[in-house]
Nanobody, 122 residues
Framework: QVQLVESGGGLVQAGGSLRLSCAAS????????MGWFRQAPGKEREFVAK???????TYYANSVKGRFTISRDNAKNTYLQMDSLKSEDTAVYYC????????????????WGQGTQVAVSS
């Protein structure tokens, strides 16, 4: 099993920045990629960004490209730096881990964190 714990959410004004963190523990040797997803009230969970476990490959949703940056460190932490935040970025953000190399759908990810709330005021 893999356990994921997110932190770093909060309330920020439009144009501001937040940095989300995700700490992984357990059988992390089975993980091949990490992803961030978000879910706004009344909407489906959507892909935000993903990164290979090695950190060498990243991919972003068009809605966040150029504003968000996903990264990892050697201590099993994954980050999401969010800059130039907009009101439409308001959502619960989830960290997820996958045993596969490809895919950006929620069904491609086996392990999920509990989520952290991000609220952007306009």
């Amino acid at each position: 099993q893999v356990q994921l714990v997110e932190s770093g959410g909060g309330l920020v004004q439009a144009g501001g920045s937040l940095r989300l963190s995700c700490a992984a523990s357990g059988r992390t040797f089975s993980i091949n990629k990490m992803g961030w997803f978000r879910q706004a009230p009344g909407k489906e969970r959507e892909f935000v960004a993903k990164i290979s476990w090695s950190g060498s490959n990243t991919y972003y949703a068009n809605s966040v490209k150029g504003r968000f940056t996903i990264s990892r460190d050697n201590a099993k932490n994954t980050y999401l730096q969010m800059d130039s935040l907009k009101s439409e970025d308001t959502a619960v953000y989830y960290c997820a881990a996958s045993n596969t190399y490809y895919g950006s759908n929620p069904t491609d990810y086996k392990y999920w964190g509990q989520g952290t709330q991000v609220a952007v005021s306009s």
